[in-house]
């Protein structure tokens, strides 16, 4: 059997970087393990997590780190303003990479003079070291969840493992804005290959509602008429949650009882709050992208074409999950 290597730091660092500047907010709640579990193996470090601005409502007030700065990534004079504007360096830089390479995270960890700078190597992108990192580790060999993947940077630096969920906890101030017990289905995604049909999506909340269920819809930014869609197959209009920040969303979702719906953002929410979760799939293998959580199911067709997944899968999976209670521990 081949022995784990040896930790690449030796000692608790008193600064460490995090890096996660892309904005897919699906991606970055898939590193939030490793980001705990590094939490977790330096209790004493001052933990500092650099993300975009389109993510950051989703880590501000999390535990997970001291500190969220926010950085603007557009431009290389962008780029250098928001690397001049950071206070003591690091002792240690971290760059968070999923299946795309972020040069502008590459060049932040750089630009950090972190004495050590930590990211997979990333010549299985094909990309060069525009990082210079001190240490590249070999990115996982076969398809492993991607939460995994991050925990191979995490492990890299002496976490042993990932916390248990939930990673996300929602806000108790905002509990007494949603309601408890809701069911939230999202027919749309800023994918279009991402859609299950919304006539399905239609079907699905027929049912619920025939069960007793307060079933009400989820609409993105992105999701192009979806809900409307969902609506004229149901032949009735439900409440529509459209538009609403991250911290309120996932106060809806750690008071619900179900959420189903497309690989989005807004699933993986769902899921790291501990809400009853529901992910229907198509080209995308939940085996590598389903939401970490303890309550997540996923659906998909064997043939991988979401037209192939019926509306009765979905609800095997939906009642299986189903509680009268709040799923969250509120």
Not at 137 to 153: D, F, I, N, R, T
């Amino acid at each position: 059997m081949t022995s784990a290597p040896e930790p690449i730091l030796d000692s608790e660092p008193r600064r460490l970087h995090l890096y996660r500047t892309q904005n897919q907010l699906g991606d970055l709640l898939l590193n939030v393990p490793a980001i705990r579990a590094i939490r977790e193996r330096f209790p004493r470090s001052h933990i500092t997590l650099v993300v975009g601005e389109q993510n950051a409502p989703a880590v501000v007030g999390q535990a997970w780190v001291d500190e969220v700065r926010v950085v603007q990534t557009r431009g290389f004079a962008g780029l250098l303003r928001e690397s001049l504007r950071f206070g003591p360096h690091p002792d240690v830089a971290v760059h968070f990479t999923t299946v795309s390479y972020s040069k502008s995270g590459a060049y932040l960890v750089r630009a950090s003079r972190a004495r050590t700078r930590v990211g997979f190597d990333p010549s299985y992108l094909r990309e060069r070291d525009r990082a210079a990192l001190t240490s590249a580790v070999p990115y996982p060999a076969g398809k492993p969840h991607q939460s995994e993947v991050s925990m191979a940077l995490a492990r890299a630096l002496g976490a042993a493992h990932a916390p248990a969920p939930p990673h996300y906890v929602a806000d108790p101030r905002l509990f007494a804005a949603v309601p408890a017990g809701a069911v939230y289905l999202h027919p749309g995604a800023g994918k279009i290959k991402n859609r299950w049909p919304a006539a399905r999506f239609a079907s699905v909340a027929r049912e619920l509602i025939a069960r007793g269920a307060d079933v009400r819809w989820i609409e993105g930014p992105q999701d192009s008429g979806c809900v409307e869609e969902a609506g004229r197959a149901l032949g009735r209009s439900l409440p529509v949650v459209s538009g609403e920040p991250i911290p309120m969303l996932a106060a809806r979702f750690a008071r619900a009882s179900l959420y189903v719906g497309n690989d989005t953002g807004p699933l993986h929410l769902a899921g790291a709050t501990g809400c009853p979760t529901v992910g229907v799939y198509g080209w995308s293998d939940p085996a590598e992208w389903a939401p970490v959580g303890a309550r997540v199911r996923s659906v998909r067709a064997p043939d991988g074409a979401l037209e192939s997944v019926s509306v009765e899968q979905v609800l095997d999976a939906a009642s299986s999950l189903l509680e009268p209670e709040r799923c969250a521990t509120a």
